[in-house]
């Protein structure tokens, strides 16, 4: 049945007058015409677009146009007032059933973004040139990590590659060398005869007396880094699991008060994750002091709560068949979740436990920057001497221990996520064997990173004097308009920084990616050495935390955000680089068959066949990737980095724990927006 010629002219007359709205709201005819989510977008970024012109404005001039001695104004105003125009147009083009194109909306929103980046950022390109042999100085230090030490007289000298190459091609034609030996560097990082208290064992056998020092074995930085990632991945798990019920909706719906619980628990998950593990060793450390058991504790913490979220999404999506089965029977919620929920998320509970335990041995290289302990603290200590062939020689080993731990942990999750079914009859003898084999083992190795760790529980229920008074403070926070202003003023720029370095890494490992894609590199020898070459450069780089890398720019071109942001664009290069030749890997060969076989050249095929796949996932990895910037950008400033880390640093370091708190509130709710932020715009694209 058509509409009457009255209701006609008047939905004719709404759709004319409907698109004014946005000119005096912006988004809000979108969301009048059902586009929620686009109307809301727009409204959001035009409020946020115009907060930074005005706020870049106001503190920097950046944008300046000068009228008259008298008069100025902010160019950036110009693609502001673009994205306003485009709003209108936008509605009007929508109201009438048109497609509308954002390409004029992302232009300006970009123009806005990255000039205000650059200028926050202290983007100095020509420092990278001018500042170029003092770089040169530190890039050698680099290449010549401290293993091997030589005499020059009488003095003991670090032994490079040249001496290294020298040295062996003396004794390969046994001319006279210099005597070449184990540096004392790797002692520290590997372990070495020395010193030790006595362990808990010897005290109970009667060997030695509680605190006695006794001969022994010192345990290597590395190891005890090894010791601090494994306990905590342990620790983190164990709490987890039954967190993870609570924060599972489909779990807690069906018991009394059980949605409020489950709405609580999230909650709790997501603060605590917002919260990078530097910012709760700072924490920790007033609570049981410095050294191992506080970096343990602060990556125990945030594990958790990464995990928690994991799980209780696994929980969420189990297949309901089994759980209905057995309430069927007359099963009670107990039995529920024995027999039908347990199976079913055993194999992807180790598996995200084997990528956590990935992730924290990556973030224990660092924890040691402010709770003591482990490499991290090796690495500070180095730094602040000027070692930086020592502190070369703790990154080698950081990427090799991470590079073999990330193998292990990838083949351990293929195993586990294998579709096989395992039969449990008639075990062979042997492999009984080797199963009480391999818990003694792991028995060993858990009491012996207890001991290295100096886990003592007493501590936990003994808090320092000052904690209390600590945590008072740090959740008293400081909302007075000095402080605000200040943190709004870094928050942005951390943000900023995070932009520009995601920008900068994701443009880089492009090309790069191309050549990391084996269905387009392996076909010869030549291009499979390429491919491998690419591959070990990605790995290398993404095993190494953004922290340590920040001390190398720091000497290179300044203390500042330009510093923390080219540490996160190497990251975030190695990562993206990754990540986008997996994408290569994983297209659709279809296409490219297609468009070879009308006789394209090896670049049409790319543009034509490839491209087109692959764009999505590369821009969804590119605004995941900029949402995990953004927590490390918090914490890069701890090292030197610029943006808001310094500043928590700072107010830490002055035990101005009101202010710190204020910090930690305004990275929360950043990092929770983000966040939110990050998942609608993925799913716009996967």
């Not at 009228?67 to 147009?89: C, E, Q, R, T």
């Not at 920040?550 to 290179?556: L, N």
Request: aromatic share 12%; charged share 15%.
């Amino acid at each position: 049945m058509g509409l009457e010629p009255s209701q006609t002219s008047a939905t004719r007359i709404i759709n004319k007058l409907l698109p004014l709205l946005s000119i005096l709201i912006p988004g809000s005819s979108q969301t009048l015409i059902k586009k929620t989510w686009r109307g809301i977008s727009i409204f959001l970024i035009t409020l946020i677009l115009g907060y930074l012109v005005y706020w870049s404005y106001d503190n920097y001039e950046i944008g300046k146009a000068q009228i008259n001695a008298d008069k100025a104004f902010s160019w950036l105003l110009i693609p502001l007032v673009l994205f306003y125009l485009w709003n209108i147009l936008d509605a009007f083009l929508l109201a009438n059933n048109k497609k509308s194109s954002v390409l004029i909306a992302v232009l300006s929103a970009s123009i806005i973004l990255y000039v205000i980046g650059w200028s926050v950022t202290n983007v100095k390109m020509e420092r990278l040139i001018t500042r170029f042999d003092d770089a040169r100085i530190v890039m050698k230090k680099l290449v010549n990590p401290d293993f091997f030490s030589t005499l020059q007289g009488e003095k003991i000298v670090v032994c490079g590659w040249d001496c290294l190459w020298d040295y062996s091609i003396a004794r390969i034609n046994g001319t006279e060398s210099p005597d070449v030996f184990v540096s004392d560097n790797v002692g520290r990082i590997f372990g070495q005869k020395g010193t030790i208290t006595a362990p808990t064992w010897t005290v109970l056998f009667g060997k030695a007396t509680k605190n006695e020092r006794i001969p022994g074995f010192e345990t290597g930085k590395i190891v005890e880094t090894i010791a601090i990632g494994l306990m905590a991945t342990l620790f983190s798990t164990i709490l987890a699991v039954p967190i993870s019920f609570l924060g599972a909706h489909n779990i807690m719906r069906r018991i009394p008060g059980g949605t409020a619980i489950y709405y609580i628990t999230r909650t709790f998950l997501n603060i605590v994750r917002a919260v990078d593990t530097v910012v709760w060793g700072l924490l920790i450390i007033v609570w049981v002091g410095l050294g191992s058991f506080a970096g343990v504790i602060a990556l125990t913490i945030h594990s958790i709560a990464a995990l928690g979220k994991l799980f209780s999404e696994e929980i969420e999506h189990i297949d309901p068949g089994p759980v209905e089965a057995i309430e069927a029977t007359g099963g009670n919620f107990f039995q529920v979740i024995r027999y039908a929920v347990i199976p079913q998320i055993i194999p992807s509970f180790l598996s995200y436990t084997l990528l956590r335990w990935d992730i924290n041995m990556r973030s224990a290289t660092v924890i040691g920057f402010v709770a003591g302990g482990g490499i991290g603290f090796f690495v500070l200590e180095t730094i602040r001497m000027g070692g930086y062939q020592q502190y070369a020689a703790a990154l080698w080993a950081v990427a090799v221990v991470i590079i073999i731990v990330d193998y292990i942990s990838s083949r351990w999750r293929f195993n586990i996520l294998k579709d096989q079914p395992q039969k449990v009859d008639n075990i062979p003898t042997w492999k009984k064997v080797r199963n009480i084999v391999y818990i003694i083992l792991g028995v060993i190795v858990f009491l012996y990173c207890w001991e290295i760790t100096k886990i003592n529980l007493k501590y936990l229920f003994d808090p320092g004097p000052t904690f209390g008074r600590l945590l008072k403070d740090f959740i008293t926070i400081d909302l007075s308009t000095k402080v605000v202003n200040n943190v709004v003023r870094e928050l942005i720029i951390t943000t900023m920084q995070a932009l520009m370095a995601t920008t900068l890494g994701g443009i880089l490992a492009i090309p790069f990616s191309f050549l990391a894609a084996k269905n387009l590199t392996g076909k010869s020898k030549f291009s499979a050495w390429i491919f491998y070459i690419t591959r070990s450069v990605f790995n290398i780089l993404r095993s190494i935390e953004a922290l340590l890398y920040v001390a190398i720019f720091v000497f290179w071109v300044g203390i500042g955000p330009f510093a923390g942001m080219l540490a996160l664009a190497i990251t975030t290069y190695a990562l993206m680089g990754k990540l986008f030749s997996e994408a290569i890997e994983n297209i659709d060969t279809g296409p490219i068959e297609a468009v070879t076989a009308t006789g394209a050249t090896k670049m049409q095929s790319i543009m034509y066949a490839i491209v087109p796949q692959i764009a999505p996932p590369f821009l969804s990895y590119l605004i995941y990737q900029w949402d995990i910037n953004i927590r490390m950008a918090t914490i890069i400033g701890f090292a030197g980095g610029g943006g808001i880390g310094m500043m928590l640093s700072t107010f830490f370091g002055s035990l101005q724990y009101h202010k710190a708190g204020t910090v930690v509130l305004a990275i929360v709710i950043i990092v929770a927006v983000m966040d939110m932020a990050s998942a609608k715009l993925r799913e716009k694209f996967v």
